[in-house]
């Protein structure tokens, strides 16, 4: 395991942690990463970014990252765009992506990621859509979202059939949820004071519903037909 605590410009000593497993660098205000400390990182197992200050990453920044299962972008507040090399990451299982401010992400980012399980989106707020490469990713069991401003839910569930557990923790303008007729939701988790309406009308296999005590402006729930 290496935690870091490198300088705020200096990287350089990454390029030849050739056998690490496990790289830790949250709370690292790094500037850049470069390619070269990408390099060599086949042994890789987990990544956590979270507070870095870079905007970009190099376009082929996870080409020999064959081994990651988890990567954590976490209060990344300068970062505006995703890698396309990400679409490489065919054995990512937790992708964590969290106060950026990407409006989307590449459009095949998600066609190899077929044993993906856990995606969250959390205060994304300038992120307007998912791409369809979405339903590739037919692993995917678990999706936190929470105060992603601009994006519009709807398409989500149309491309995530195979979803089991969703956790929501709305914001201002989302006022209604419809989710229906989904035929794998077994968990619904809802938080935040603004949702007025909520229907799981159809969801067959739904059996657990988690309500927040926050929950001050719901006024209608349709719950028929859940399991």
């Known amino acids: 395991i290496f935690s870091a605590s490198l300088t705020v410009s200096n990287s350089t000593s990454l390029a030849h942690l050739e056998n690490i497993q496990v790289l830790d660098m949250n709370g690292v205000p790094l500037l850049e990463l470069t390619q070269q400390d990408c390099g060599n990182k086949s042994n890789l197992h987990y990544l956590d970014l979270s507070g870095s200050k870079f905007t970009t990453l190099p376009s082929e920044f996870f080409c020999e990252m064959s081994s990651l299962e988890d990567l954590i972008f976490g209060n990344c507040t ?4 995703l890698p396309p090399s990400m679409a490489q990451l065919s054995n990512l299982l937790v992708l964590h992506v969290e106060g950026t401010q990407i409006t989307s992400f590449p459009g095949q980012i998600f066609q190899k ?10 205060s994304n707020i300038l992120l307007m859509s998912l791409p369809v490469s979405l339903s590739e990713a037919k692993g995917l069991k678990e999706l936190h979202i929470s105060n992603c401003i601009s994006l519009s839910l709807q398409i989500v569930w149309e491309l995530l059939p195979f979803l ?5 923790q709305t914001w201002e303008a989302l006022e209604d949820i419809k989710i229906l007729r989904h035929p794998n939701l077994r968990t619904f988790s809802l938080s935040g004071p603004w949702v007025r309406c909520l229907s799981l009308y159809g969801c067959s296999k739904l059996k657990s519903v988690s309500f927040s005590d926050d929950l001050t402006a719901l006024e209608g729930v349709d719950l028929s037909g859940t399991a």
Do not use: A, D, P, R
């Open 113 to 122: 990621m077929q044993i993906l399980h856990t995606l969250k989106l959390i």
């Open 78 to 81: 300068n970062l505006i765009e």
């Open 164 to 168: 089991e557990s969703l956790y929501i």
